[in-house]
């Protein structure tokens, strides 16, 4: 079992910035991808940003050159750095870890951003 503990969610005016991070403890495999999904009221859920331990990312198109994801591997953490946030990206926004075999999700974070 991997435990994922979220922090740093919070209300924010359009433009502003907020940082995520996520800690993970527990089974923690050498080779995993860590991540963000976020879910809006009345949307699906979707992927934001993922990182491989490698430490390749990738990012959904519309937070393209204002998100940014990082970790740490020896804290096991994960980072987002949110920087000019619209109301668009208004949502709860869970951290994810991920291997081969299995997939695990914390518990969530609201980030509102208001207009």
């Known amino acids: 079992q991997v435990q994922l503990v979220e922090s740093g969610g919070g209300l924010v005016q359009t433009g502003g910035s907020l940082r995520l991070s996520c800690a993970a403890s527990?089974?923690?495999?050498?080779?995993?991808?860590m991540g963000w999904d976020r879910q809006a009221p009345g949307k699906q859920r979707e992927s934001v940003a993922t990182i491989t331990s490698g430490g390749s990312a990738t990012y959904k198109e519309s937070v393209k050159g204002r998100f940014i994801i990082s970790r740490d591997g020896a804290k096991n953490t994960v980072y987002l750095q949110m920087n000019s946030l619209q109301p668009d990206d208004t949502a709860v926004y869970y951290c994810k870890y991920l291997t081969r075999d299995a997939a695990y999700w914390g518990q969530g974070t609201q980030v509102t951003v208001s207009s």
């Open positions: 527990g089974r923690i495999f050498s080779i995993n991808t």
